[in-house]
């Protein structure tokens, strides 16, 4: 038998707002204030109605549009529940906007995804190389064979496998949700795009030494060759960059001068 639910309170104001709250924020509060977690429902619509004071139509213009950020899931006939796909709103944002400004021809957009996501490892590497215990370590060790063997075709699983064993021990759920989200919106970036991929052999290379680094237990080295690594992938993004823009206008000729003969 469920747990019984104690009566909803009345939603109240935070004082600490400088606006108005809307329903999404109550019911965001709401949430909160119930201490519920992903997957666990919501109370239904006729106890947020009294909880929170308004309309039918209010709350479900407000559960709608908590649904289009990920923090709440309406199944239709089961009732609605706290989301999971956390990041799966910003990643669907961060994919559009980096579209269009490369077909705008702004490819720095692409190369500020590698960026960030170079910034965001950079930091767990080195604690990556101080406290992987042996057995994560072997199953990077397992990931590299497997990315050697794999070939071209089978690059993009093995090379975001051994990136997500590289931090997976180190705890952070966060910074493994943001680095999969900046991966997924690159790799779907340069498969639309046509840019160019690395060589096989060099992209081996490369993974090769970042695990040469954690296995010696040495921070600064394994620092140091992801860096090498993520500054190959933005130099390739400058060559691609520089092919699809074409060829420079070449800057008109100077004028020779003025011939004044036959003038008075």
Known sequence: ???????????????????????????????????LGPGEA???????????AVSRNSVREGLKALQALGIVDVRHG?????????????????LFHTRL????DD???????????????????????????????????????????GGDEGRAGHDRRFH?????????????????????????????LGKPRTDHEQVVRQHRRILDALLSHDPEAAAAELAEHFADVTARIDQWSAKAAGPA???????GPVSTAGRP
């Not at 965001?120 to 199953?139: F, K």
């Open 1 to 35: 038998m469920p747990p019984q639910r104690k009566p909803l309170a009345p939603a109240t104001a935070d004082p600490g707002r400088t606006r108005r709250p809307t329903v999404q924020d109550q019911i965001v509060d709401l949430i909160v204030e119930l201490d």
């Open 42 to 52: 919501l109370p239904t619509e006729p106890e947020l109605m009294r909880t929170l």
């Open 78 to 94: 089961y009732g609605t529940y706290v989301g999971t796909a956390q990041l799966d709103s910003l990643a669907q944002n961060l």
């Open 101 to 104: 400004a490369v077909r705008r």
């Open 107 to 149: 490819h720095r957009a692409l190369r500020d995804i590698v960026e960030v996501r170079a910034l965001l490892e950079s930091g767990l590497i080195r604690r990556s190389a101080v406290e992987l215990p042996p057995v994560a370590l072997g199953r990077l060790e397992a990931e590299l064979e497997a990315l050697a063997e």
């Open 164 to 192: 997500e064993l590289l931090y997976e021990p180190l705890g952070n759920t966060l910074a493994l949700e943001l680095i999969a989200l900046f991966w997924g919106v690159y790799r779907q970036l340069e498969s639309e």
């Open 249 to 255: 206008p070449e800057a008109p000729r100077a004028a």
